[in-house]
């Protein structure tokens, strides 16, 4: 066996990478994982949560706001998750009212001079006022209990969520979450 010499009179030796069939196996194999993955993660709950999805009502509250904001939001009005602008769902009447939201004077609580609790009303509906409202949208409970809305927000009863719509922003606490009566 001849031995290839260099210039300066050692030895030298081929040492190339070779391309085998195991490194493409290997290659192959990589890929494979990282596409089930983003298959698994993406495309398969998104189709099963599809499947799953019905019509949905959430009940929710707003206290202490303004006198003149629920004047912005009527029935019909489209509702957004505030931080992502994704579909919330379409604000519809409260209690079958032709008002998008039910309002009341908001109160407060104070200790009077005898120790006791004593609730407080603003002084006139010009003031500061307590909203309930409900929103109709599309969601699921999954196997867990947790309802999630399109497969991508996940909300609870008790839960303030920030929402947006044309006009306004609001943080609603969310009281209830019912099937929708067909």
Not at 64 to 73: E, G, V
Not at 135 to 153: A, K, L, N, T
Request: charged share 25%; proline share 3%.
């Amino acid at each position: 066996m001849a031995k290839n010499i260099n210039k300066d009179g050692v030895a030298a030796t081929n040492k190339k990478a070779h391309f085998n069939i195991i490194d493409a196996a290997i290659i192959i194999l990589i890929i494979s994982i990282v596409l089930g993955i983003v298959f698994r993660s993406h495309i398969i709950e998104r189709l099963w949560a599809e499947s799953k999805t019905d019509d949905y009502v959430v009940s929710f509250s707003v206290d202490n706001i303004r006198y003149t904001t629920p004047s912005y939001l009527e029935v019909g009005d489209e509702v957004y998750f505030a931080d992502s602008g994704d579909l919330f769902g379409t604000l519809m009447s409260e209690s079958d009212n032709v008002n998008a939201l039910n309002i009341t004077p908001a109160s407060e609580f104070f200790t009077d001079a005898n120790g006791n609790v004593v609730e407080v009303f603003y002084p006139d509906e010009e003031s500061r006022v307590d909203t309930k409202g409900r929103i109709e949208c599309r969601g699921y409970y999954g196997e867990d209990g947790g309802f999630s809305i399109d497969g991508r927000h996940y909300v609870a009863p008790g839960q303030s969520v920030n929402v947006k719509t044309e006009l306004v922003t609001l943080t609603i606490r969310i009281t209830d979450i019912v099937p929708l009566a067909k």
